[in-house]
């Protein structure tokens, strides 16, 4: 498993799907079950998702959409008839229908 995150840098959710699998297939063909010391050891490979080498290995959050109340405030803040306003306008009314914020 280690070299799963080190060698072939798995992503967390793979490594946590193959995790599960080793141990559904140890529980149903041998009748194994993970001991304390085992069970440690996976929590130190996981924390290795922490370090910075790995970090990107780890889902990302992104940013929040925006409230609708806010982006529609907005569009009727720019309801004008300048160039400017009408670029602005237009950002907000994309950010309003796909929640996506371009800069």
């Not at 304390?36 to 929590?43: E, G, L, T």
């Not at 370090?51 to 409230?67: D, S, V």
Request: proline share 3%; aromatic share 6%; net charge positive.
């Amino acid at each position: 498993m280690h070299e799963l995150i080190v060698k072939k840098r798995v992503k967390l959710s793979t490594f946590n799907r193959r995790l599960a699998g080793t141990k559904y297939w140890l529980t149903n063909e041998y009748g194994l079950t993970m001991s304390p010391d085992q069970a440690n050891q996976i929590k130190l490979l996981r924390q290795l998702y922490n370090e910075e080498e790995f970090l990107r290995l780890k889902p990302m959050k992104g940013k929040r959409a925006e409230q609708q109340s806010d982006v529609l405030r907005l569009i009727d803040r720019y309801d004008t008839d300048k160039k400017s306003d009408i670029r602005k306008r237009a950002i907000c009314l994309v950010n309003l229908i796909t929640a996506n914020r371009p800069s």
